[in-house]
């Protein structure tokens, strides 16, 4: 009787949610819905919408995880490093730079406190969880040396920066360095960029050619591989080349304010983008 009943509960709620309307923001109407409706059918696949949201608000950046033991470490690169264990061990430092070789994608950052001291090893490669299969970013190796102890404890797992699911999905370019496009200026209307976290790429077009390149997220940075594009003359380029200027092979930082992302650079909103379905 109570299989039936979640059963008919499940079936219920799958209705509802197919059944329920779909909002459009177009380049005219801000989505002013909390940070959790926003992300709906945005699920990744592992750690879902709900957790990153929740590291994020925190001001974690990167977060792993190990088995056997088990045990987590949190980065938030502007104020601490916490490493915590299942048993109730905890560690906590404030944030350090990292140190990032100069012929692979390894980032090390050593913190010493009087409580002890973390040597944390980040080497961007894909790291599979040995227990829930999920396919992470990065392999991360932690080594754990408590007060005054002499040798140290190694801990490996996998790990991945913070993402913010709000980016993810298709984007017009509304406005560059503080001055509103108009469609007709464009020969494909208003610039496009279509964002895919899990793939790490980014698609589109400047209002003339389709671009397309790769996207790393790194706590509120996004880091744009330089842009592979058509080559198409088209009439006023200058504004589809002004916006690759500050995205193609370019670091810059982001906020999502009032549903409207905002791509800042040097200080300056630079671009400014609307959600559209």
Partial sequence: MRQQFFFI????????????????????????????????????E???????????????????N???????????????FRFFTMDGDEITTPAV????AQDTNVTRYRAVTEAGELIITLKQEKCVDDMSGYEYDYRVTVDVKKGREADYITYKGCGSFVQDPRLNG???????????????????GLPQLKINLKEHRVGGHDGCNNIMGGLEVQGDRLV????????????HM???NKILKYISG???????????????????????LAKFD
């Fill in 9 to 44: 509960s499940f079936l219920l709620l799958t209705l509802a949610v197919a059944c329920a309307p779909k909002q459009k923001l177009n380049e005219g109407t801000v989505s002013e819905a909390p940070v959790e409706e926003q992300v709906q059918g945005m699920q990744p």
């Fill in 46 to 64: 592992g750690p879902d919408a709900a957790f990153h949201l929740n590291k994020k608000e925190k001001g974690i950046d990167f977060f792993a």
């Fill in 66 to 80: 190990g088995n056997e033991p088990n045990w987590g470490v949190e980065l938030d690169f502007d104020k601490q």
């Fill in 97 to 100: 730079k990292g140190d990032k």
């Fill in 170 to 188: 298709q984007w017009k370019v509304t406005n560059l360095e503080g001055q509103k496009l108009q469609a007709d200026q464009f020969t494909k």
């Fill in 224 to 235: 744009f591989s330089p842009m592979a594009g058509t080559l198409m003359a088209c009439p």
């Fill in 238 to 240: 200058e504004t589809g």
């Fill in 250 to 272: 370019q670091t810059v930082t982001y906020s999502i304010e009032g549903g409207l992302l905002y791509v800042i650079a040097e200080g300056n909103k630079v671009l400014t």
